[in-house]
Nanobody, 119 residues
Framework: VQLQASGGGLVQAGGSLRLSCRHS????????MAWYRQPPAKVRELVAS???????NYADSVKGRFTISRDTDKNTLFLQMNSLKAEDTATYYC??????????????WGKGTQVTVSS
């Protein structure tokens, strides 16, 4: 599975950005997709995830501001980011997990896209 993220950029605090991640996998085996981020000199952290049944999960720091969604026809994952703060500055990574009938899993990561929020 290949993941291609886009949509990062420079935005002022309070602004919005929409990240996209196009994947080459199949929704039949991908049971989870997510956005992670890694701020400068910090560890990578989960931002939001979405399951095959569209169940979503958000980090407390982004609840009410970010929305994760997917377009199954276009094989694309989105992250709508509103009311951006300086602390949202990070490299954002798209993630996908394949779970096979056997129970085995494969994890996939896209190249990061930089989001910079100026205060």
């Amino acid at each position: 599975v290949q993941l291609q993220a886009s949509g990062g950029g420079l935005v002022q605090a309070g602004g919005s950005l929409r990240l996209s991640c196009r994947h080459s996998g199949s929704w039949f085996t991908i049971d989870k997709m997510a956005w992670y981020r890694q701020p400068p000199a910090k560890v990578r952290e989960l931002v939001a995830s979405i399951g095959r049944d569209d169940t979503t999960n958000y980090a407390d720091s982004v609840k009410g501001r970010f929305t994760i969604s997917r377009d199954t026809d276009k094989n694309t994952l989105f992250l709508q980011m509103n009311s951006l703060k300086a602390e949202d500055t990070a490299t954002y990574y798209c993630y996908a997990r394949d779970t096979y009938f056997s129970g085995a899993t494969d994890d996939y990561w896209g190249k990061g896209t930089q989001v910079t929020v100026s205060s």
